[in-house]
C-alpha cells in the first residue's frame, strides 16, 4: 500500500490524500509525515466513561439519500436465535506461494477446484488445488501492461469470472477461474465527476462503485484539509451503478463512511489515522444486491442494484458495551515507539474515548465488518479485537435471514465462503500470515 501523500489545498491549508475510507487500511499508514504535540486527554474513569468532546466534520445531515433503519419497511422476520456454531474443521493452511512466504493478502476466493489468492506484495495471484492445498501456479505479475499489476486492492468471484481491482492503475482486470487474463475495464465517472473507485461486481456483470463526496472538511478526491482543532470525520461516500464495460449507469444511495481522527500538526499539515475504537462502515454485494453498513447508525440495509429498498438484515440483539480505562491504556500500551517526526502516543493521547463500542466491526487493521461470498451469503463482523482476540461473524442468507454465526479463536478476515466451506485470512502463532480453509458442518449432522 502506498503510504498517503499530501499536497497544497486551494485555501492555503495542507490535504492529506487518502484513498477509500471504507476500504480496509491500516489506520497508522494513514498518519501524515509531521510531527504533533502532544495534548492529552483525560481518560474516563471506569465507572463513568465520557462522550466524545470532538467536532465532526459531519454533523450535518450526511446520508440524506441512505434509507436508515427507521425508514426501512421491515420485511423480514424477528431475527431467530442464532445457531450454536456449527463444528469446524480445519481442511487446508496456506502460509506460501511460488514466491516464499504470503504477505499482504488482500483477498481470496473459491472456485470448484481451486483456491485463489491475491497477494499485493508480489502483485499476483496464486491458485491452489482446493483438496490438498498444493500451490499450482501464478497468474499476473508487477507492471501496468494488460495482466500486470501495480497495487491489488481485491479480488472477486463472479460466475466463472475473477475481478481484480488494481487501485494505483485505476483499472479492473477480468480473469477466467483458471487464471487466463480476458481485458480490462475502466469506471466512467458520473457526469462532471471524476471516476469512481469500484467496490464489488453483481451477478450480471455491472459494477458498483464508491467516490467521496467533497465538503465538511474533505476535498475532491477524498483529501482531508488541515482542520481547526482535533476531531473524528466521517466522509460522506456516494454509490453509483455501473454497466459491465464501466460505463456510468445510475447515481445510487449515500452513506457515512468510516470515523477517523484528524489533527492540526505543527508542519502545517494534517494528522490522519483511525479513531479510537471508532465507528466503521462498509458495503458489500450479494448477487443482485447490495448491503450498507453506515457508521451512522448500527444498523444493515439491504438494496437492489438500482437501489430500491429491499430490507433490514436483523441480527440478534447485543448489549451495548462500555469502554473501560483499562481497555484505552492497553490500546495505548500497544502503539509502536516514535519512528522520527511519527510519533503514534501523541496522536493517540489527542482523541476522546467514545462511551461505548461500536456494535459492528474489529479494532484492527484490514478488518471486514461486513463481506459478500460467492456464494451469495452475507457476513457481519462482530465488534471485537479489544477484550479478546475472537472472530465472531454472523452468516445471513442472499434474502437477509440470519442462519448461524462463526466463531473463530483468533482474528480472522473472511475471504469467500462456498456452502459449508469458509476461507479465512489469519496468523500463526509467530504472526506469519496464513489462509485456512475450514469446513463447518452442524452438530449432530452426518
Not at 321 to 334: F, M, P, S
Request: hydrophobic share 40%; proline share 8%; with cysteine.
Amino acid at each position: 500500500m502506498a503510504p498517503a501523500q499530501s499536497h497544497a489545498s486551494p485555501k492555503g491549508g495542507r490535504v492529506v490524500k487518502l484513498r477509500s475510507w471504507s476500504r480496509r487500511r491500516h489506520p497508522l499508514l494513514l498518519l501524515a509525515v509531521a510531527s504533533s504535540v502532544a495534548c492529552r486527554a483525560d481518560v474516563p474513569r471506569e465507572e463513568s466513561p465520557r462522550a466524545p468532546q470532538v467536532t465532526s466534520a459531519t454533523d450535518t445531515p450526511a446520508v440524506d439519500t441512505l434509507a436508515s433503519a427507521r425508514d426501512v419497511a421491515d420485511t423480514s422476520a424477528a431475527a431467530p436465535p442464532v445457531d450454536a456454531t456449527p463444528v469446524q474443521t480445519t481442511l487446508v493452511t496456506l502460509e506460501t506461494s511460488g514466491d516464499g512466504p504470503l504477505s499482504r493478502v488482500v483477498g481470496g476466493l473459491l472456485t470448484e477446484r481451486e483456491i485463489v489468492l491475491a497477494e499485493a506484495s508480489t502483485a499476483r495471484l496464486h491458485f491452489y488445488d482446493r483438496t490438498t492445498g498444493r500451490f499450482v501456479r501464478s497468474a499476473g505479475r508487477p507492471g501496468s501492461g494488460p495482466g500486470e499489476f501495480r497495487q491489488l486492492a481485491w479480488v472477486q468471484r463472479v460466475g466463472q469470472a475473477i475481478y481484480v481491482w488494481d487501485w494505483e492503475l485505476r483499472r479492473l482486470s477480468v480473469w477466467s477461474v483458471d487464471g487466463t487474463f480476458l481485458r480490462t475495464e475502466e469506471l466512467v465517472g458520473e457526469p462532471g465527476e471524476s471516476p469512481p473507485e469500484p467496490i464489488a461486481v453483481f451477478a450480471d456483470g455491472t459494477v458498483l462503485a464508491e467516490r467521496v463526496v467533497p465538503g465538511g472538511g474533505f476535498s475532491a478526491g477524498g483529501g482531508v484539509e488541515r482542520p481547526p482543532e482535533p476531531m473524528v470525520i466521517a466522509p460522506r461516500q456516494q454509490l453509483s451503478w455501473h454497466a459491465a464495460d464501466g460505463a456510468y449507469r445510475a447515481t445510487l444511495r449515500a452513506y457515512r463512511g468510516s470515523e477517523s481522527f484528524v489533527a492540526p500538526n505543527g508542519g502545517g499539515g494534517a494528522t490522519v489515522t483511525g479513531a479510537l475504537f471508532g465507528r466503521q462502515a462498509a458495503v458489500a454485494v450479494s448477487g443482485s444486491t447490495f448491503v450498507v453498513l453506515s457508521s451512522e447508525a448500527d444498523s444493515v440495509v439491504q438494496y437492489a442494484s438500482d437501489g430500491t429498498v429491499r430490507r433490514r438484515l436483523r441480527p440478534p440483539p447485543s448489549p451495548a458495551v462500555r469502554v473501560q480505562r483499562a481497555d484505552v491504556q492497553r490500546e495505548r500500551a500497544r502503539l509502536p515507539a516514535p519512528q522520527g517526526p511519527l510519533n503514534f502516543t501523541a496522536v493517540f493521547d489527542r482523541q476522546t474515548p467514545p462511551t461505548h463500542f461500536p456494535a459492528f466491526g474489529w479494532n484492527a487493521p484490514r478488518s471486514v465488518p461486513l463481506a459478500g461470498a460467492s456464494d451469495g451469503s452475507l457476513w457481519l463482523l462482530r465488534y471485537g479485537g479489544v477484550r479478546s482476540r475472537e472472530t465472531v461473524y454472523l452468516r445471513f442468507s442472499p434474502r437477509g435471514e440470519l442462519l448461524d454465526s462463526l466463531q473463530h479463536p483468533t482474528m480472522a478476515r473472511l475471504l469467500d465462503a462456498d456452502g459449508d466451506l469458509v476461507l479465512l485470512a489469519t496468523a500463526d502463532a509467530d504472526g506469519a500470515e496464513q489462509v485456512v480453509l475450514i469446513r463447518r458442518e452442524r452438530r449432530g449432522a452426518r
